[in-house]
Structure formats: structure tokens, C-alpha cells
């Protein structure tokens, strides 16, 4: 038996890095993808603590790159962790198979 640490909410700053518009090392447009920064502190700061017996109960996180604003609002549709079954990477997996409504798992 453990611990394992997670993310249950985040404030004051944009949950993502939009990465679709940079350029990589090579000077080509990246395409690429958002950062979710909420999860990536929440998952770096469960490393430092430890999830046994470390016993280091809080990390504080300073100067995160990326975090930059204290107290925001939603600037546009982009920054939401909503998506649409179209836009879903897991998708093809998800509409691919028969699934069955409720009832007993062992049937």
C-alpha cells in the first residue's frame, strides 16, 4: 500500500501552454501540441515530496515557467480542458467498440 499523488484543482493562472504556434530547434513550426501546466507541477511536485516515507508534506513551486499571471480569466475557447469526441486523440478506440449499457460486467 502507498500514496499516490494527483492534481484536484488549480487557480490563478492559464492551465495551458499553447505550444501549436512555436518553432522547434530546427526552425520548422512545431504544430505541436498544449501543455498542461496544473498536471506537470502537480506531478513534479509529487517527485520531490515523495510518495513513501520521505516525509516531506508540501512543495512549493517558484518562478514555473509558463505560470505568469496571478489572477486571470479565460481568455479564449483554447484554454479549457473540454474537448469534443472529434478532437480526441482516443477517439477511433472509443466509437470502434460495441459497448454494452450497464447491467452485470460478468455477462
Same mark, same amino acid.
Given at each position: 500500500? !502507498?500514496?499516490?499523488?494527483?492534481?484536484?484543482?488549480?487557480a490563478g493562472?492559464?492551465?495551458l501552454y499553447d505550444n501549436r504556434s512555436r518553432v522547434d530547434l530546427l526552425g520548422f513550426e512545431s504544430g505541436g501540441s498544449q501543455t498542461n501546466i496544473p498536471d506537470s507541477l502537480a506531478a513534479s511536485a509529487v517527485f520531490v515530496m515523495g510518495e513513501?516515507?520521505?516525509?516531506?508534506?508540501i512543495a512549493r513551486i517558484r518562478?514555473?515557467?509558463y505560470?505568469?499571471?496571478r489572477h486571470v480569466e479565460r481568455k479564449s475557447k483554447h484554454n479549457t480542458f473540454s474537448f469534443t469526441m472529434d478532437e480526441?486523440?482516443?477517439?477511433p478506440f472509443l466509437k470502434g467498440v460495441q459497448w454494452?449499457? !450497464?447491467g452485470n460486467a460478468s455477462t
Amino acid at each position: 500500500m !502507498g500514496w499516490s499523488g494527483l492534481l484536484l484543482r488549480w487557480a490563478g493562472f492559464e492551465p495551458l501552454y499553447d505550444n501549436r504556434s512555436r518553432v522547434d530547434l530546427l526552425g520548422f513550426e512545431s504544430g505541436g501540441s498544449q501543455t498542461n501546466i496544473p498536471d506537470s507541477l502537480a506531478a513534479s511536485a509529487v517527485f520531490v515530496m515523495g510518495e513513501s516515507n520521505e516525509q516531506t508534506p508540501i512543495a512549493r513551486i517558484r518562478n514555473a515557467p509558463y505560470v505568469r499571471e496571478r489572477h486571470v480569466e479565460r481568455k479564449s475557447k483554447h484554454n479549457t480542458f473540454s474537448f469534443t469526441m472529434d478532437e480526441d486523440i482516443f477517439a477511433p478506440f472509443l466509437k470502434g467498440v460495441q459497448w454494452k449499457k !450497464g447491467g452485470n460486467a460478468s455477462t
